[in-house]
């Protein structure tokens, strides 16, 4: 079984919409790493989480880690086109090993 | 700066030959981790290098794959005798240090077994 788990597994949003992603691991995190792959690009870090409770933002993007670390959501405000592509969440949970989910699609309609 | 950078960036090779695929990691990054990903399924971690300790080699699928990194320079990831099922993207990645550092990834490289 996974150990992470993304929901959804894929979406499809009207330009100007909001939209949430969101990764659970039934085992507490000790980092939560978001990126997002866009085809022919490769893998783009957009933010980490390591404390309970945290949040950070980057442009129309915002995450956050739950205060159990356990559970984190991405949310996208105002989508637009060049927010299209599959946003995976990233865990390590002993310092080393690194786990990802299996990645969220996500399409922005114009 | 450079960031991560791979090579060859696409290998077709045929089944039972061996492959070579080669990872310049960020300078200054003391740790290094290969991946890969299989169609339709996610990323999946073979091997991690921190420095001069002994690699995390927990995640290589089989026998056949070997990876070495000189210091904390480039690394080589080699599978011996492929099959169809190793056809994948090879991703490399780097940190400053390992654990909850934030990796900063190559673009990858695409190996096709016919």
């Known amino acids: 079984s996974q150990e992470l788990e993304q929901s959804p597994q894929s979406l499809i949003v009207q330009e100007g919409k909001n939209l949430t992603i969101n990764c659970t691991s039934s085992k507490t995190l000790y980092g939560l790493y978001w990126y997002k792959q866009k085809y022919g690009e490769g893998l783009i870090f957009l933010m980490m989480l390591q404390k309970g409770g945290e949040e950070k933002s980057h442009e129309k993007i915002t995450a956050k880690l739950d205060e159990k670390k356990q559970q984190s959501s991405l949310h996208i405000t105002a989508s637009q086109p060049s927010h299209a592509g599959i946003y995976l969440c990233g865990a390590d949970f002993d310092g080393q090993n690194f786990v990802f989910g299996p990645g969220t699609r996500l399409s922005v309609l114009p | 700066g450079a960031g991560v950078s791979q090579s060859p960036s696409n290998k077709v090779t045929e089944k039972g030959k061996d492959v070579e695929l080669r990872c310049d990691p960020i300078s200054g990054h003391t740790a290094l981790y290969w991946y890969r990903q299989r169609l339709g399924q996610g990323l999946e971690f073979l091997i991690y290098?921190?420095?001069?300790?002994?690699?995390?080699k927990s995640g290589l699928p089989s026998d056949r794959f070997s990876a070495e990194r000189t210091g904390e320079s480039v690394s080589t990831l080699t599978i011996q005798r492929t099959q169809q099922e190793d056809s994948a993207v090879y991703l490399c990645?780097?940190?400053?240090?390992?654990?909850?550092?934030?990796?900063?990834f190559g673009p990858g490289t695409r190996l096709t077994v016919t």
């Open positions: 290098f921190q420095g001069n300790s002994a690699p995390d």
């Open positions: 990645a780097s940190s400053f240090f390992g654990g909850a550092y934030e990796q900063y």
